[in-house]
């Protein structure tokens, strides 16, 4: 992040015996802001912001557990299967923390309180079904939803209805499990009167094809 104008705020909050949340803060006043899971790999993309030449924008990651088992509990509130049993109290738990505990953390530490218009969640992967859940769960909260190779995991139900966040899907070629996913998603928010992009790109499952593709997500949600 040296190379960047802006910077790297990193702090401990209380939650599940202490979780790391970053921040990349831009040199200018913020005028979005993204809150996503995966913490520790996402707030590195300010650069691709930088580079971009969008407007100031402050991302905001809660840090993801190593344990992938736990880490699943904490992202999707999902259903039992006959392979995995997903866990509604650690989900719900974690859905306090992301939408309580880190907003306020951002706004009392950062000066970070922008309308719902102007915020989105952001996910990858397993945490691509966060931002839906907390899209779909808090659209005064996110106003926009940006979901980069969902897990299946969380589906849409039966009947989607009420407000729905923009959404804004992406997928690899290389990667069909998860682009049926996007596609599901896609579908059922269009059904729904919902307002979907879903883009699908020659990549595969990774943090390079998801890097390349932020800036164009935060381009189409913010951009002048």
């Known amino acids: 992040m040296s190379s960047?104008?802006?910077?790297?705020?990193?702090?401990v909050l209380e939650y599940d015996g202490g979780r790391q949340v970053t921040a990349y803060v831009p040199a200018a006043a913020?005028?979005?802001i993204v809150f996503a899971g995966d913490g520790q790999l996402i707030t590195s993309w300010g650069a691709a912001l930088e580079a971009a030449d969008l407007p100031p924008t402050m991302i905001?990651?809660?840090?993801r557990l190593e344990d992938e088992t736990l880490r699943l509990h904490e992202y999707?509130?999902?259903r039992s299967t006959d392979a995995f049993t997903f866990d509604p109290q650690r989900f719900a738990a974690h859905e306090k923390f992301f939408v309580e505990d880190v907003r306020r953390w951002a706004a009392?530490?950062?000066g970070a309180k922008l309308p719902a218009d102007r915020t989105a969640a952001f996910g990858v992967s397993a945490s691509a079904e966060l931002a839906l859940a907390m899209g779909l769960r808090h659209p005064d909260i996110y106003g926009a939803v940006f979901c980069a190779s969902p897990g299946a995991?969380?589906?849409p139900p039966a009947v989607l209805s009420g407000r729905f966040p923009r959404t804004y899907l992406v997928a690899g070629t290389e990667e069909p499990f998860f682009r049926d996913n996007a596609t599901r998603w896609a579908n059922a928010l269009r059904d729904a009167g919902g307002d979907v992009v879903l883009t699908e790109r020659a990549g595969s499952h990774g943090d390079a094809f998801w890097e390349r593709e932020f800036p164009l997500m935060v381009a189409w949600a913010f951009g002048h």
């Open 30 to 32: 913020p005028e979005a």
């Open 108 to 110: 009392t530490r950062l």
């Open 60 to 63: 905001i990651g809660a840090h």
């Open 153 to 155: 995991g969380y589906r």
């Open 4 to 11: 960047t104008a802006g910077e790297l705020v990193t702090e």
């Open 76 to 78: 999707s509130p999902g």
